[in-house]
Nanobody, 122 residues
Framework: QVQLVESGGGLVQAGGSLRLSCAAS????????MGWFRQAPGKEREYVAT????????YYADSVKGRFTISRDNAKNTVYLQIYSLKPEDTAVYYC???????????????WGQGTQVTVSS
């Protein structure tokens, strides 16, 4: 079992930045691919980014490329999502997830956090 707890969300103005964190506990964190997803009001949850177990490879949804950066610190059992140049359309609940393989599909991830709310005002 892996427990995931997100933090760092909040209310920010458009153009601002945020860093979301996801702290993991339980089984070996460094063996998991980590992903971030988000769910905007009235919409389905969507893929945001993935980072491999070593941190050597990262992948992003086209909608966030250039503004979002995923990273991890295996010594701290934490994965991060740095968000720059926030837009109102980034408003969503952001979830981190862990899986053995990971992909853009939710089904690839076995463990999920409870989410953290990001609200961007215009």
């Amino acid at each position: 079992q892996v427990q995931l707890v997100e933090s760092g969300g909040g209310l920010v103005q458009a153009g601002g930045s945020l860093r979301l964190s996801c702290a993991a506990s339980g089984r070996t964190f460094s063996s998991y691919v980590m992903g971030w997803f988000r769910q905007a009001p009235g919409k389905e949850r969507e893929y945001v980014a993935t980072i491999t177990w070593s941190g050597d490879n990262t992948y992003y949804a086209d909608s966030v490329k250039g503004r979002f950066t995923i990273s991890r610190d295996n010594a701290k059992n934490t994965v991060y999502l740095q968000i720059y140049s926030l837009k109102p359309e980034d408003t969503a609940v952001y979830y981190c997830a862990a899986g053995e393989y990971g992909s853009t599909s939710e089904g690839s991830y076995h463990y999920w956090g409870q989410g953290t709310q990001v609200t961007v005002s215009s």
